[in-house]
C-alpha cells in the first residue's frame, strides 16, 4: 500500500509538472518551511530540563515563526517532558565568545503532543522495551516568534524526557542543562565541552519551522492551518519503507534465513543496551554470550580462507546492486562483516585471544574495501552496525570506556618522523618539531584574564567565603582596569541577589611544601563592589577607585561576607579550571590555607593591561568562526575605487575556465557597480589533454570567448604543469620567473596594456605573475593549494602516500616569495573557501578573507519543470569504486521500490548541459571531492535543492579519494614570522591538526577539516546519511521553499563578496593611479631579478573584515 501511494504521487508529479513553481511561496518573500527532513529517526533527549540550540536551524530574513512540524516519539513506559518551548537564539559572538547567544524570542510554555495528536500514528521500535508510538505531529503558536536574520532555533523541555525524534547525523546542535530559561538570558555553549551539563553534537532532529513575512496576513497566522505550503507528499501521508536491493540485507530467496535471525537479534540487543545506557548504567551488548555464539556458528559456515570464494563473493554483492543476479553466490556480505565485529568486540572484552580479534576486524575492513571506502554503505542497510566500529577498534585498540588510558589524538605540525626519514638529505632543511616554548600568539597590550561571561546552572549557597581560581593568573606585570560578572539569585529569589560584599581579590601562592596544603598569601583586596541586579555586569574598576596591581604569578579570587552569599553563576566539569575557597574571615599580608577545591568555571573575567606576554585566545576558539566566507550580517557598500572613467583594462589568467571567470566576473560587478568602463581579456586555459576533461575547451571558447590557439600564456602552463598525470615538474623559481616574462613581454596587452591582473588557477602561475608584474596591481583568487604545480617538490610523491611534502629549500623560498606578494600594496589575496584560508594562514601566517565562489556568470535559475529528474553535477567520485557503487546502489533503489526517478549523471568525460538545462532539474545530488568545487558554487547559483552527504560521509569520501586541498603539505619553518612579525608557531598552536591529511589520516582529523568546506558552512542544504534518507528526502523537502531560501542568501552572500573584492580592488588600485603609461611597462630584463617584495601589511586583508 504504501508503495502504491508512493506510485501515485510520482505520478501525480510527472502528470502534472511543478505545479509548485517559486511563485506558491511567493519566492523569498513568502511563507514557506526552515528545518529538516521530516523522518522516522532513533532517539528522543532522555533528560529534563534542557535547552538546546540548533545551528543549522537559522533564519535567512526578518520575519516571524507561526508554527513547527515534527516527527516525534512518544515513549510507552518513559515520562514525557510537561512542558516545552520554542526559542529564537541570536548570538553573542561580538562580545568575544563564539559559542555564547542570548534568548532574543521564546514561547510560553506549550503543552506537549499526545497520541492523539500525531497524524499517522503507529507502534514503532524505540529502544528495547520502551516501544511506544511515533508520528508527524504539527503545532500552530499561540502567539507567533519574533526573529531576524542568523537566528537559530532552540527548544527548551521541561522535567522528563523530550518527543522530538533526532539522529546522530550531520547536524550541529548544541546543549544545557537549566532548570529555567528566561528571556534575555546569555547561555555559553561551550561551558563545559563533554561535560553532561554542556554539550554539542552532529544531530539532525525531525523538525522545521513555518516562516512568514512580518506583514503576512494575520488572518492566516491566527488559523487552524499553518500558510506555509506542504510538500510534494502530504504531511498526513504514510512514510514510505524503502527495500533495498536484496543483496543488502540478504533477504531474498537464495539467502539463508539465519542471516535474517541473526539480523533480528543483533537489532534487539543492541536496542536494549542503548536504553539500558540512556539510563545511566552500562549494558555492553558485547557480553551477550547467546550473541557471540550465533556470530562464530555463523563465521564457520563460510569458508573464510577460500580466496577464489571470497572475490566471488564480493563480486556477488556488488553485481546485486544493479540487480544482476547471473553470478549469484549467496554471499551475505554485511551479515558476515556484522558477526565479524560481533566476535571481535566478544574476544576483546574478554582479553581472549587480541590476536585472532585484530585478524577478523581486518578481514571485515577488506570485505568493505575500508581503504577506499568501496563497499562502505551500512547505512543504507538494516543492519545495525556501522564500519566506524572496525576504525574505532582498529585505531584505539579497545573499546569506548574499557582501555581508558590511550593517548589523546592529536595533529603533529609536520608528518611523522617516518615519513621525514624516508626524504632524501637534501630535502630535509626544515626543523619537523614546532621550536619551543609558544602556546599562544605573543603580542604587548591589553590581555582578558577570566572566562565567557554568561548564565551558568550554578550558585553559591554559603557565606563568608573566599575563593582562588587557579586558572586565572597573571603571566606579568599590569593592572586589572574592567570587571565582567554574571549575576543571578539563588533558587526562585529574584531580586537583590545579596552581592553588597562582594570584593575582588588578589592571591599570591606560596610554596605548598611549606604548609602541607595549599597557601596563599591574600596581597590586594577592592573595595566592596554593588551590583543592583542580577544579570550581566560591568564595572570600571579605575574610575570605582578599584584598580588592582598584578605581579606575574599572582591569582584572582574574590569574597562573599558574612552577610552576603554567592552570586556569580558558575558550572562544574571535570575538565574546568581548578577552584579553591576556604572560610572564615581574611587579613591582608596573611597566609590562608585552602583546603576545599572543585572543578569550575565561573562568569567573572577583568581586563588587564600593561601585560608583555602571550595573548592567549587571540584566534583560539573564535578562528574557524572568523574564516567563515565573507562577512554577511552587515551587508557592504561599494567604495569609490578610482576613476577610471576613461576605461579600465584587466588581463585575466589562469588555467580552469571557471576558476578564472569567478574573480574576473566579480571585478567586472565591482566596476559596473563603482561607475566605471572596463576591458576584459582572458588568458592561459590550455585545452587539457586528458579526454575526461576536454569539455573545458568548450567551455573556453563558450564562456571566456578563447576560441582560437592556444596562446603563450597557456603554453607556458602546459610546459610548467603536469596535467596528463597531475605530477609536479622538477621546476625551479628563477626558470619560472624567467620564462613566464618572457611570455607576457610578447604579447602587447600583457605587456602594455592591461592596469591590473586577475590570477585564478593555480597559484604557482599567480606568484609568479605578481612578481613579474610588480608594482602592477594584481589581484589573486586562491582555489587550490599554494603548492600545486610549486617548485621544490622533488621526491614529494612517495610511494605508499597520498600526501605530497614539499620539504625542500627551493619549496620554502617559493613559500616566502608568495608571503612577500601578499605583503605587497599592489597585491591582494582571497580565497573560495574557509579550508584555504585556514590552510594559508598556518602555511605563512597570510590572513586571506574566504570569499566563496559566486558564480555570477550563471544567469537562469531553478524551475524544476522535469520532475522525474534528478541532476548528479560532475564530480571525480565517480571514478572511483566507492563512487560507482553509490551510483549502482542509487540505481538498485529505484528499481527495487520502481520509483519513475531518472539520475542525469554529468560526468567529465561526457557532454555537458547548459545552465538552463540544469535548472528544469528537479534537484541535486552531489558528491563533492574537493572542500571547495565550482560545481557546488554553480548549482547554488542555480537555487536548485541541492542533497549533499552529510558530515558522517567526509571521513569514507576521503578515503575513497583524498581531497586535493589536503593532498599537499609543506610550510615555513615554526621559527619564520607572519608579515605582521609574529612566530608561525603561535599560530600554529591554534589548530588540533595540520591543514593537510596522509593515507593513515585520522577521523577526528577528516571531520575537523570538513567543517572548513563550502558544503558544511553554507545553509539550506539537504544532508543525507543513507540511499534511504535521499529518497525519504526528495519526497518530503518543501522544494520550492528551499530554492527561495537558496536564493535569499546567495542574494545577501553576493552583496557581501562585493564589498570584499571592492575593499581588494581599493587597496591596490591606488598604485595604478590611472590609465597605464610607458613607465608601468614590463621591462624583461628587470622581471627576470628576483626582487622580492618589501614586507608590508597594508594588504593583508585581517579576520573578521568589516564584520
Known amino acids: 500500500q504504501q508503495l502504491t501511494a508512493l506510485r501515485g504521487w510520482f505520478d501525480f508529479v510527472s502528470v502534472h509538472g511543478f505545479m509548485m513553481g517559486l511563485s506558491s511561496v511567493g519566492g523569498a518573500l513568502g511563507a514557506h518551511w526552515q528545518g529538516h527532513l521530516l523522518q522516522p529517526r532513533p532517539k528522543v533527549d532522555t533528560g529534563g530540563y534542557v535547552a538546546l540550540l540548533d545551528r543549522r536551524l537559522c533564519i535567512h530574513a526578518p520575519g516571524i515563526i507561526v508554527g513547527v512540524e515534527a516527527f516525534v516519539r512518544l515513549a510507552a513506559t518513559k515520562t514525557a517532558s510537561s512542558g516545552w518551548q520554542l526559542q529564537a537564539w541570536r548570538s553573542a559572538s561580538a562580545k568575544g565568545h563564539s559559542e555564547v547567544w542570548h534568548v532574543a524570542a521564546q514561547t510560553p510554555l506549550l503543552e506537549v503532543p499526545s497520541p492523539t495528536d500525531l497524524v499517522g500514528a503507529a507502534a514503532i521500535p524505540a529502544a528495547g522495551a520502551d516501544d511506544g508510538s511515533g508520528g508527524l505531529w504539527a503545532k500552530v503558536l499561540p502567539k507567533p516568534l519574533s526573529v531576524e536574520a542568523g537566528d537559530c532555533l532552540g527548544w527548551y523541555h521541561t522535567q522528563g524526557q523530550g518527543f522530538l525524534a533526532y539522529d546522530g547525523q550531520g547536524g550541529d ?184 580479534a585484530y585478524e577478523m576486524l581486518h578481514f571485515g575492513a577488506m570485505l568493505l574495501g575500508l581503504s577506499k571506502s568501496a563497499r562502505d554503505f551500512l547505512e543504507s542497510s538494516k543492519w545495525p552496525i556501522r564500519s566506524s566500529e572496525i576504525i574505532e577498534l582498529l585505531h584505539k585498540r579497545g573499546l569506548p570506556g574499557h582501555w581508558a588510558n590511550r593517548e589523546d589524538i592529536v595533529g603533529g605540525l609536520w608528518p611523522s618522523p617516518e615519513f621525514h626519514r624516508g626524504l632524501p638529505p637534501q630535502q630535509r632543511s626544515m626543523s619537523v618539531t614546532a621550536t619551543g616554548g609558544c602556546a599562544h600568539p605573543c603580542a604587548k597590550g591589553a590581555q582578558v ?306 592596469d591590473a591582473f586577475v590570477c585564478g588557477h593555480p597559484a604557482v602561475l599567480c606568484v609568479t605573475l605578481a612578481h613579474a608584474i610588480s608594482p602592477r596591481p594584481t589581484l589573486i583568487y586562491l582555489q587550490s593549494t599554494l603548492l600545486y604545480g610549486a617548485p621544490g617538490c622533488g621526491r614529494c610523491d612517495q610511494p605508499g602516500h597520498t600526501l605530497r ?87 538498485g533503489f529505484l528499481r527495487v521500490n520502481r520509483l519513475p526517478l531518472r539520475l542525469d549523471i554529468q560526468r567529465k568525460s561526457g557532454s555537458f548541459l547548459t ?29 536548485m535543492p541541492l542533497f549533499v552527504p552529510g558530515r558522517s560521509w567526509a571521513f569514507r569520501m576521503h578515503r575513497a579519494m583524498p581531497w586535493g586541498w589536503t593532498a599537499y603539505g609543506g610550510a615555513l619553518p615554526d621559527d619564520a614570522k607572519s608579515p605582521d612579525g609574529m612566530p608561525l608557531a603561535c599560530l600554529r598552536a591554534q589548530m588540533p591538526f595540520s591543514p593537510w591529511l596522509d593515507v593513515d589520516a585520522r577521523e577526528e582529523e577528516v571531520s575537523y577539516w570538513s567543517a572548513y568546506s563550502n558544503v558544511a558552512t553554507f545553509p539550506h542544504l539537504q544532508f543525507f546519511d543513507s540511499v534511504p534518507g535521499f529518497l525519504s528526502g526528495l519526497h518530503l523537502a518543501d522544494l520550492p521553499g528551499i530554492s527561495a531560501s537558496m536564493q535569499h542568501f546567495a542574494d545577501r552572500l553576493l552583496e557581501a563578496a562585493v564589498g570584499e573584492y571592492a575593499g581588494a580592488l581599493a587597496i591596490i588600485l591606488p598604485v595604478a593611479a590611472g590609465p597605464s603609461t610607458s613607465g608601468s611597462e614590463l621591462n624583461i630584463e628587470l622581471a627576470k631579478q628576483l626582487r622580492p617584495f618589501g614586507r608590508t601589511n597594508s594588504s593583508v586583508l585581517e579576520f573578521g573584515l568589516r564584520a
Open 805 to 891: 611534502y614539499f620539504e625542500s629549500i627551493e619549496a620554502r623560498a617559493y613559500l616566502e616569495h608568495f608571503q612577500a606578494a601578499a605583503a605587497s600594496p599592489s597585491v591582494a589575496v582571497l580565497t573560495n573557501c574557509p579550508f584555504a584560508s585556514a590552510q594559508v594562514w598556518y602555511q605563512t601566517g597570510v590572513a586571506a578573507a574566504s570569499v566563496p565562489n559566486q558564480a555570477t556568470f550563471v544567469l537562469h535559475r531553478w524551475t524544476g519543470r522535469q520532475p522525474g529528474v534528478v541532476l548528479l553535477p560532475r564530480s571525480s567520485f565517480y571514478e572511483t569504486a566507492f563512487g560507482r557503487n553509490f551510483l549502482f546502489l542509487l540505481e
Open 449 to 754: 584574564l577570566g572566562h565567557a561571561v554568561v548564565l551558568r546552572p550554578l550558585v553559591d549557597s554559603a557565606q563568608d567565603l573566599s575563593f582562588v581560581d587557579t586558572s586565572l593568573c597573571a603571566a606579568g606585570a599590569g593592572t586589572l582596569q574592567h570587571l565582567r560578572i554574571y549575576l543571578r539569585a539563588r533558587g526562585e529569589q529574584r531580586p537583590q541577589p545579596g552581592v553588597e560584599g562582594l570584593t575582588l581579590q588578589v592571591w599570591r601562592p606560596e610554596p605548598e611544601e611549606a604548609h602541607g596544603i595549599p597557601a596563599y598569601v591574600l596581597v590586594v583586596e577592592s573595595g566592596a563592589l554593588v551590583a543592583a541586579h542580577v544579570g550581566l555586569h560591568e564595572l570600571d574598576l579605575g574610575e570605582s577607585g578599584n584598580a588592582i596591581p598584578l605581579q606575574p604569578g599572582d591569582c584572582i579570587g574574590w569574597r562573599y561576607s558574612e552577610a552576603a552569599r554567592g552570586a556569580i553563576s558558575y558550572a562544574e566539569a571535570d575538565d574546568a579550571p581548578l577552584v579553591r575557597w576556604q572560610r572564615g574571615s581574611v587579613l591582608l599580608g596573611a597566609v590562608h590555607l585552602f583546603p576545599e577545591a572543585a572543578r569550575r568555571v565561573y562568569s567573572l573575567s577583568l581586563a588587564f593591561s600593561g601585560i608583555d606576554g602571550c595573548l592567549g585566545d587571540m584566534f583560539g576558539p573564535n578562528f574557524p568562526a572568523k574564516m567563515r566566507g565573507a562577512p554577511l550580517e552587515v551587508l557592504l557598500s561599494v567604495p569609490n575605487v578610482v576613476g577610471f572613467t576613461a576605461g579600465f583594462r584587466v588581463a585575466a589568467l589562469g588555467d580552469h575556465v571557471t576558476g578564472t571567470l569567478e574573480p574576473a566576473s566579480m571585478v567586472q560587478e565591482v566596476a559596473r557597480r563603482a561607475g566605471f568602463e572596463l576591458e576584459l581579456r582572458y588568458f592561459g586555459h590550455p585545452c587539457p589533454e586528458d579526454s575526461r576533461a576536454k569539455y573545458h575547451c568548450v567551455l573556453r571558447c563558450e564562456l571566456l570567448g578563447q576560441c582560437g590557439p592556444t596562446d603563450g600564456i597557456a603554453s607556458w602552463l602546459a610546459s610548467s604543469i603536469d596535467y596528463h598525470d597531475f605530477a609536479e615538474r622538477n621546476t625551479r623559481w628563477q626558470i619560472l620567473l624567467s620564462t613566464l616574462s618572457r611570455e607576457l613581454v610578447s604579447d602587447d596587452f600583457l605587456a602594455r596594456g592591461a
Open 173 to 356: 546542535v548544541a546543549w544545557t542543562r537549566l532548570s529555567k530559561l528566561t528571556l534575555g538570558d546569555l547561555v555559553d555553549f561551550a561551558t563545559s565541552p563533554g561535560h553532561a551539563m554542556t554539550g554539542t553534537a552532529p544531530r539532525t532532529y525531525s523538525i522545521r519551522a513555518c516562516w512568514a513575512p512580518i506583514l503576512a496576513d494575520v488572518e492566516l497566522l491566527t488559523s487552524a492551518e499553518l500558510p506555509c505550503a506542504r510538500a510534494l507528499a502530504p504531511v498526513t501521508s504514510t512514510l514510505p519503507q524503502w527495500h533495498a536491493p536484496a543483496s543488502l540485507d540478504c533477504v531474498s530467496d537464495g539467502f539463508p534465513r539465519t542471516w535474517q535471525n541473526f539480523r533480528e537479534t543483533l537489532t534487539t540487543v543492541m536496542a536494549t543496551a542503548a536504553a539500558a545506557t540512556t539510563e545511566g548504567g552500562h549494558h555492553p551488548w558485547e557480553k551477550e554470550d547467546d550473541l557471540a555464539s550465533m556470530a562464530e556458528d555463523h563465521l564457520l559456515a563460510v569458508p573464510i580462507d577460500d580466496q577464489d570464494f571470497i572475490l566471488k563473493g564480493v563480486a556477488s554483492f556488488e553485481d546485486g546492486l544493479i540487480g544482476d543476479n547471473r553470478h549469484f553466490t549467496g554471499f551475505c556480505l554485511y551479515g558476515i562483516v556484522a558477526a565479524l565485529i560481533v566476535r571481535a568486540r566478544h574476544l576483546l572484552l574478554n582479553s581472549t585471544r587480541e590476536g585472532l
Open 915 to 943: 545552465h538552463a538545462e540544469m535548472a528544469e532539474r528537479h534537484a541535486a545530488l552531489l558528491l563533492p571531492h574537493d572542500l571547495g568545487i565550482h560545481a557546488f558554487s554553480v548549482v547554488y547559483r542555480l537555487a
